[in-house]
């Protein structure tokens, strides 16, 4: 049990990590206002890009590590951590300070989702999805990303929403997204102790490689569009409850329904919701849209462009800007 609280710690300081780096490596590189599919190619030009994809690789295994040594039930409520140290790096890194208020946003979303998942305690269900429901679940997941992609990037002759309102959009449908991509990872696992035809012969394997690649290109659009405060939340909160949403649906799994635990997670989400609603009105978020720090060529030159509230440095007049290191959070 201790081990399992120990990776599961660990797994949630290396994903925090992860979006900390790949932010900064996504801000140096311009992205205008529109849905750009060779993003991750650009961004795989920046080492501190690269060492964030590390990070989410090792945050994985710790994760693995953590759920063989302990139940789900545990280990779920742990990652929720995860948002409490992207504010730690962020109170680090950035020379905006972390008020109180932001700190309480943070404690309350974190707290919300890991009361509501240790309650909820999704349990039991059956080892394969039926193939029936697997095509109404892309669709409703499909269809959620498209409104969301709209709303983010304009459609038609309607305007693109802000730097940080897209980041928030689309960091929660790549929320969603990672969720699916959980839901798919389980139907995955359940095939390879049948070898490698089966496994290859199977395709959650080959839809695990593209919903993969779609949420790595959405999530590289959302650290790239505006501050990690808008985005995170997004990533942290929507993937496990897209999870245990699908869970229930494909899978055949359960929330707890004693009266008890249907309070507990009635109080969970109304603390989750407030803290969305602190969140929302931050200057670490509406403060990064007016002074748009990242525009400053000395922090790309610094390493440290476009993280919010990142360390200014006053740029020489004689120094030309490069659009390439432009945010355009």
Not at 144 to 166: M, T, Y
């Amino acid at each position: 049990m201790d081990k399992a609280i120990l990776f599961a710690v660990a797994a949630s300081l290396c994903t925090a990590t992860s979006s900390v780096c790949q932010r900064l490596g996504a801000s140096s590189t311009s992205q205008g206002a529109k849905l750009d599919l060779l993003l991750v190619f650009r961004l795989a030009r920046h080492p501190i890009w690269l060492t964030g994809i590390a990070s989410m690789i090792l945050g994985f295994v710790f994760q693995l590590a953590a759920l063989h040594y302990g139940p789900l039930a545990l280990v779920q409520p742990i990652l929720a951590l995860e948002l409490l140290f992207v504010f730690g790096y962020m109170a680090i890194l950035g020379s905006r300070a972390v008020k109180r208020r932001d700190w309480m946003a943070a404690a309350a979303m974190s707290a919300g989702l890991a009361v509501f998942l240790f309650a909820a305690s999704p349990s039991g269900g059956r080892q394969h999805a039926p193939a029936y429901l697997w095509l109404p679940a892309g669709l409703i997941t499909l269809g959620c990303i498209l409104v969301g992609l709209a709303l983010a990037f304009g459609l038609g002759r309607r305007p693109s929403a802000s730097g940080s309102q897209r980041a928030a959009i689309l960091g929660a449908v790549t929320g969603i997204a990672w969720g699916f991509v959980a839901a798919v990872i389980k139907e995955f696992s359940s095939h390879l102790g049948g070898g490698a035809a089966e496994t290859f012969t199977n395709w959650s394997v080959y839809v695990l490689i593209g919903a993969g690649a779609a949420s790595l290109l959405l999530a590289s659009h959302a650290l790239a569009a505006g501050p990690l405060a808008a985005s995170q939340p997004g990533f942290t909160i929507l993937d496990p409850l897209a999870a245990s949403l699908l869970g229930l649906f494909l899978f055949g799994e359960h929330f707890q329904t004693d009266r008890e635990d249907l309070v507990l997670e009635a109080v969970a989400l109304a603390l989750l919701v407030a803290g969305v609603s602190a969140l929302s009105h931050s200057h670490l978020i509406q403060g990064e849209e007016t002074s748009n720090p990242a525009h400053e060529p000395a922090m790309a030159a610094h390493g440290a462009s476009g993280f919010p509230g990142a360390r200014q440095q006053p740029a020489s007049r004689s120094q030309p800007t490069d659009p390439s290191c432009q945010s355009t959070s």
